[in-house]
C-alpha cells in the first residue's frame, strides 16, 4: 500500500500512532511524505531519524521547514525563538540526516499524482515544474550548498519570468513550492496572509482556485496549510491537518482512495 501523510513537524508520538493505525508494515507499505517533517513539534530529531531508517520505504519532498533546518545548520543564520530542531543540529549524526535532507526532491510524482509541500503555481505545465525544480536540485547537491542556501531567504522576486537569472528562478521555485498559499493568475506570490480560502487579500487567490491553473486535471496532494477547511475541489488534496496545533496527522492511501487520520497525543 502507497500512503501519502501531511505535515509530521516532529510530532513523532503521533505519527507512530498513525503508523499503527494503518498497520505499515515495512515489507509491503510506502510512505510518502509532504514535507515539513520536523520543527515546532518536540520531537524533531526522533522524527526525522525513524524516517532516515526507513529510507528503502519512504520518500518526502523538502517542506519549508525542513529547509529551514538546513539554512541554520549549514549558514551563518540562526534559528529562531520557536524552532524545535536544535535536538538535529546537535545530534552526532547530523551530518548524515542533513545530507538525506539535501537530496530530497521539490516535487515527487507518483501513481498519477504530484506531490508538492505547498503548491504549483497556476501558469505552471508539469514541464515547467521539473525544469525549475531541477535548477534547486543541482545547486543542494553541490559539495558546499552553504552559499547557495544563503541567498535563498528573500521573497523576491515575486513573479517568475524567464529572463530570470538562475539564483532568481531558484527562489522563486523554492518560495513557490514550499511557501505558497495565495498568488496572482500569474503566479505572483504573496506570504503575509495564512488564513482560510475566504479570507485572500485583495487581487489574491489560494494557488488551486485559478481558473487559468494548467493542472487542473492532476491529483495534487500539498501540505503546509494548517487553517484550509471546508471546501472540496476535484483533484485538489490538502494534507496539513494540523496535529502540532493539536489536531490531526493524516494518510491518504492511494490504493483505496481512503483518509485515515489519528487526533493528536503530543501533549497528552
Not at 529510507?55 to 533546518?69: C, I, S
Not at 499524482?113 to 514541464?127: D, F, K
Not at 487581487?203 to 487559468?212: D, E, M, S, T, Y
Not at 471546501?231 to 490531526?248: A, T
Request: charged fraction near 25%; proline fraction near 3%; aromatic fraction near 10%.
Amino acid at each position: 500500500m502507497d500512503y501519502i501523510i501531511g505535515d509530521v513537524q516532529g510530532c513523532y508520538k503521533t505519527l507512530q500512532q498513525l503508523l499503527k493505525k494503518i498497520d505499515f508494515n515495512e515489507d509491503r507499505d510506502q510512505l510518502f511524505f509532504l514535507g515539513d517533517v520536523v520543527n515546532r513539534g518536540n520531537e524533531s530529531l526522533a522524527t526525522l531519524r525513524f524516517i532516515y531508517s526507513l529510507k528503502e520505504n519512504v520518500k518526502m519532498v523538502l517542506g519549508n521547514h525542513d529547509f529551514h533546518l538546513l539554512v541554520c545548520a549549514l549558514t551563518s543564520k540562526k534559528p529562531n525563538l520557536k524552532d524545535t530542531f536544535s535536538d538535529i543540529i546537535n545530534a552526532p549524526d547530523k551530518h548524515t540526516l542533513l545530507d538525506y535532507l539535501l537530496t530530497r526532491p521539490l516535487i515527487l510524482e507518483h501513481q498519477g499524482a504530484l506531490l508538492v509541500h505547498a503548491g504549483i503555481p497556476p501558469q505552471w505545465s508539469i514541464s515547467d515544474a521539473v525544469q525549475n525544480v531541477e535548477l534547486v536540485h543541482q545547486q543542494l547537491q553541490v559539495n558546499n550548498p552553504a552559499q547557495f542556501l544563503s541567498k535563498m531567504y528573500d521573497n523576491e522576486p515575486s513573479i517568475y519570468s524567464d529572463k530570470l537569472n538562475n539564483e532568481e528562478k531558484c527562489r522563486y521555485t523554492i518560495n513557490a513550492l514550499m511557501r505558497m498559499r495565495f498568488c496572482k493568475r500569474n503566479g505572483e506570490l504573496e506570504f503575509n496572509h495564512k488564513m482560510n480560502i475566504d479570507q485572500a487579500p485583495t487581487g489574491f487567490k489560494a494557488w488551486f482556485l485559478h481558473a487559468n491553473r494548467k493542472l487542473k486535471d492532476k491529483d495534487i496532494f500539498f501540505g503546509h496549510w494548517s487553517t484550509l477547511k471546508g471546501f472540496n475541489i476535484e483533484h485538489v488534496y490538502p494534507m496539513d491537518h494540523g496535529c502540532v496545533w493539536g489536531e490531526k496527522l493524516s494518510a491518504f492511501s492511494l490504493d483505496d482512495r481512503t483518509l485515515i487520520s489519528q487526533e493528536s497525543i503530543e501533549n497528552n
